[in-house]
């Protein structure tokens, strides 16, 4: 599968532990803006391994847009199991080729979402102030804004948990599941 934009909107699902390998495999082909914009700091191919072997994990939910069997971003929701009332973190990140195309908001709603479905009362977001991307992903969603540095955090409440919300996130989790089983 190639590594280069596809316009094919991509399957976006939840990974378990079997995909660690694609995460680590994503998260490599990340440059190293793209890295540093994604954690915080440069880091290295071992770096990354160690993280891909342990990202997905019983206190975070990480789902994947997939372009054929190539994951190319993943977003990830850090924090599950705090007591409550409970803030998790949102982090997010997309291959350059894919940037720009709507996959980073569209993982940031899909997490939205999953947070509002587990009584998540507070999301976070922490990011360097010069990605616009994220800022305008996190705009969308009003939330407050604390600098610290070159650093912002967005924070906001995700809506409370409805039935609506509920099947939303039961639809596209079989909707990808049974693709999957078909092989499409």
Do not use: C
């Not at 971003?73 to 720009?100: C, K, M, Y």
């Amino acid at each position: 599968m190639s590594d280069h934009f596809s316009p094919a909107p991509p399957e976006i699902r939840k990974l378990w532990k079997g995909d660690s390998a694609a995460l680590a495999g994503h998260l490599l082909r990340l440059d190293a803006e793209t890295r540093r914009r994604r954690f915080g700091a440069f880091m290295g191919d071992d770096a990354i391994r160690a993280y891909g072997a342990k990202a997905i994990g019983v206190d975070t939910l990480v789902f994947g847009a997939f372009q054929g069997d190539r994951l190319h971003a993943i977003g990830e929701l850090h924090g599950l199991f705090r007591p409550w009332p409970h803030d998790t973190e949102i982090a997010l990140s997309v291959e350059p080729p894919w940037q720009g195309h709507g996959i980073g908001s569209a993982l940031f709603s899909r997490l939205v979402t999953a947070a509002q479905n587990r009584g998540v009362t507070s999301l976070h977001v922490v990011f360097f102030n010069d990605n616009k991307p994220m800022w305008n992903i996190t705009d969308k969603r009003h939330p407050s804004y604390a600098r610290q540095g070159s650093q912002i955090e967005a924070s906001f409440a995700p809506p409370w948990a409805t039935p609506a919300s509920l099947m939303r996130e039961i639809g596209e989790d079989t909707g990808t599941y049974l693709s999957q089983m078909l092989g499409r």
